[in-house]
């Protein structure tokens, strides 16, 4: 991890070994190993957008969110690291399918996630993304079934609510498939 924090700008993605994930809207993520230990790096492909989440990232707690390791700019494109959690919940679900005494619950996601979308709205915040892939999940202890949660991707986050994507609607509908 040291090498990546001391490195030049443009030089720190040259360190990295990483491997492809998915693309969304605003860029790739692919999982890399830094130090023996595996990290998210999300590529966004527009300086706005990079420039749009890391503004949103100062404003919400850090409990809120993948913890955010380092971030930097180079060759027009942004670059953020992240903790890496065990997957979305659109994983977790279709993880649990063979095994359903592990299948998450409700109650447990709206335990974690309700208090995340409520301390956003007192901060004047709505994610205007919510779905499957924008909740993350992390196993606990060792119980089966044991996770936590947390929102991710605030690209789209904003101080004006998207009508079509009002967060306590979309929650709902996700808590509603379970």
């Known amino acids: 991890m040291r090498v990546l924090l001391d490195a030049k700008p443009c030089d720190k993605k040259k360190t990295l070994t990483c491997q492809y994930l998915t693309a969304g809207a605003e860029g790739d ?3 890399c190993d830094i130090g023996g230990g595996k990290f998210i790096l999300k590529t966004f492909k527009e300086l706005e957008f990079y420039k749009n989440e890391w503004e949103i990232i100062q404003k919400i707690p850090s409990t ?5 390791i380092t971030h930097w700019k180079c060759d027009g494109k942004g670059y953020m690291i992240f903790e890496k959690w065990d997957g979305s919940l659109n994983d977790l679900f279709v993880e649990t399918l063979a095994t359903p005494n592990l299948k998450p619950t409700k109650e447990g996601i709206k335990n974690y996630i309700q208090p995340q ?3 956003l709205r007192k901060k004047g915040l709505y994610h205007n993304d919510l779905h499957w892939g924008n909740i993350l999940y992390r196993r606990i202890g060792n119980e089966d079934g044991n996770y936590e949660y947390t ?3 605030f690209g789209q986050t904003s101080e004006t609510q998207k009508p079509h994507k009002k967060d306590h609607v979309m929650f709902n509908k996700i808590l509603d498939q379970i």
């Open 29 to 31: 993520i692919d999982i």
């Open 64 to 68: 809120i969110g993948a913890k955010l």
């Open 117 to 119: 979308l409520d301390t």
């Open 151 to 153: 929102l991710t991707d």
